[in-house]
């Protein structure tokens, strides 16, 4: 069964004789083909519905053009720069542009969340705003002071479910682990992720405003 997995996986990433290396083999298969080798054909395998911008009907599909996708997303920068405060001059590389397809497709599963690992200044944050602007997405984010505490946070919170549920718009929650300023905050977002709720954060007053709306 693994052979013939490996021979299938092999001949849709185009490796050289139709096979992966297997288990234990040094990192190299009977048909000479190498790890490194299975790296790139996984790395080439990417997929996105953004291809055409302004398109009334988008469909996702493999994207197999590299410098087409480069000079898409540098579009869809270069016009969020045009109409943004705080313009962002980012170096679209390679991984750049496969970070930012991997977090599109996230953001607009139901219910889609991602954990962003990297260093401090890495672009985490940057790639995510961009993968927003090309989803039509807006982004919603805390802004922390001396001063921000729970009593803020969940107001915060009720903002952005407002416009999410209430106002049915599309909402990115983008939230920084520099943020986090109370314990109850991680619990809060675990609530959220895993039953779309917070307990108890609105009042009466508040789910009678949202259900006359």
């Known amino acids: 069964a693994e052979k ?12 050289g004789g139709g096979a992966i290396p297997a288990a234990g083999s040094g990192g190299v298969s009977k048909s000479g ?12 395998l990417l997929f996105g519905e953004f291809m055409v911008p302004g398109a009334d009907v988008r469909v996702y599909r493999e994207i197999t053009d590299q410098d087409k996708l480069l000079h898409v997303m540098g579009d869809y920068l270069a016009d969020m720069n045009i109409g943004s405060k705080k313009p962002q001059n ?17 953001i607009t599963s139901p219910g889609g969340n991602a ?9 985490r944050q940057s790639l995510t ?3 927003a602007y090309m989803q039509d997405m807006e982004v919603f984010q805390i802004e922390i002071s001396r001063t921000y505490g729970p009593t803020e ?9 407002k416009l999410a549920g209430e106002a049915n718009k599309k909402v990115v929650l983008l939230f920084s682990d520099t943020q986090i300023k109370d314990e109850s905050f991680v619990e809060d977002l675990s609530n959220l992720l895993n039953t779309y709720e917070v307990p108890n954060l609105m009042s009466a007053g508040d789910l009678g405003a949202i259900f006359e709306n």
């Open 4 to 15: 013939h997995h490996n021979e299938k996986l092999g001949r849709l990433l185009g490796l």
């Open 90 to 106: 980012l170096v679209l590389f390679r991984f750049a542009l496969e970070h930012v397809a991997r977090i599109s497709r996230i």
């Open 129 to 131: 705003r961009l993968a």
């Open 153 to 161: 946070w969940h107001d915060d919170l009720r903002k952005v479910m």
């Open 33 to 44: 083909v190498h790890d490194d080798e299975l790296v790139k054909g996984l790395r080439g």
């Open 115 to 123: 954990l962003l690992v990297g260093l401090g200044g890495s672009g």
